[in-house]
């Protein structure tokens, strides 16, 4: 099938719930994805944040296929070795953690909302989270309810009670929200459907006093940064902080869905059998992804290379935004980089599209960038290149 013909087709038949462009990818292969056309396209969007490793990435693909052929579930009624073997590796890399598996962002947020909650009750009864405006946590109806962004609860209310919304990066505004029923704070080390919004370098390490000193949970929701996507493992780690809880899920499974809650040791003994489940999370297939994801980062510089590619992006971009009036700010760490721009991202994203570079617009104006952890100087050139046309034509238009 073509492009015309599978987005027809899907059209047809699909909820008519995302604003999609109108082509079908069919392969990709590192930075490159390639249509149903036959077109190529330099992809510095990674499917959201989860191709992180490019597309077809051999420790990935291996890993799938070896665990395909041997067993695809068993459930949670039994054990299997990727998931035994996953779970200690980010138990390690948390330092001293428990581990529950989903099988999406929002799965992992909803088990850490109800850890804390469960942890609560059994800590003087208390159950309500603080979160921030501009978040993003997930879409059900949980989540949802922690989630700081107005446009995405309507239609849906009620909501569930309990959370209360303070603004991001307002250590204050935090404070001033804690009464004796809070039980936590739920929080992005950068706030990426938000805008790509960095908070002040001391932010965390803040909310870190606060949460000690009011036997509160600290949820790092890292299912956007994690995975070496900031330049570090998880984004936390720029701060030095060690968060009650993270969530992951984006690029845990290097494009295989997967979801997961690390909490310490010591509030996760409130999660007893039949507290909580998933049929799926932990499944084998997922798992040995996530396995293949944490072997590439450790054995092959893929963070390191985050760190110094994601630094020149940002710095390319801010010399060329001193060229282009339209653009207020171009922020960021390793490769989850924005542009806020004065205008909407849109055109610029769709002038991008048009000579085939695969990039994001998110709230409104900010065009978001989440290239390939892999990505090379050379192929970061030539992204750079489309969007330095795109940026100066828009501002052409825009005078005009
Ligand atoms: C994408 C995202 C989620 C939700 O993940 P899903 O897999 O879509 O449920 C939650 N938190 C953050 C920070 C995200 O970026």
Known sequence: ???????????????????????????????????????????????????????????????????????????????????????????????????????????????????????????????????????FHGRTLGTLSATGQEKYHEGFEPLVPGFKLVPYNDV???????????????VEPIQGEGGVVVPHPDYLTRLREICDRARLLLIVDEVQTGMGR?????????????????????????????????????????????????????????CAAALGVFDALEHDGVIANAAEVGSYLLARLREIAKECPDVREVRGQGMIIGVALKHAAKPVVDACFRERLIVNGTADTILRLLPPLTLTKEEADAGLAVIERALRAEAGAAGA
């Open 1 to 135: 099938m073509n492009n015309a013909e599978i987005v027809e087709l899907a059209h047809a038949n699909l909820l008519n719930n995302y604003g999609c462009m109108p082509l079908a990818f069919v392969r990709g292969h590192g930075a490159y994805l390639y249509d149903a056309d036959g077109n190529r396209y330099l992809d510095f969007f990674c499917g959201l944040a989860v191709t992180s490793l490019g597309h077809g990435h051999p420790r990935v693909v291996g890993a799938i296929k070896q665990q395909a052929d041997k067993l695809t579930h068993a459930s949670n009624v039994f054990h299997t070795e990727p998931m035994a073997r996953l779970a200690a590796r980010l138990s390690a890399a948390f330092g001293d953690g428990r581990v529950f598996f989903a099988n999406s962002g929002a799965e992992a947020n909803e088990a850490a909302l109800k850890l804390a909650r469960r942890w609560g009750h059994a800590h003087g009864g208390r159950f309500e989270i603080i979160s921030t405006l501009g978040s």
């Open 172 to 186: 204050g505004a935090i404070e001033r929200a804690i009464n004796s029923k809070t039980v936590g704070i739920i």
């Open 230 to 286: 900031t330049g570090r493992l998880f984004g936390y780690q720029h701060s030095g902080i060690k968060p009650d809880i993270i969530t992951l899920a984006k690029a845990l499974g290097g494009g295989i869905p997967i979801g997961a809650m690390v909490a310490r040791r010591e509030i996760a003994t409130v999660m007893t059998p039949g507290t909580h489940g998933s049929t799926f999370g932990g499944n084998p297939v997922a």
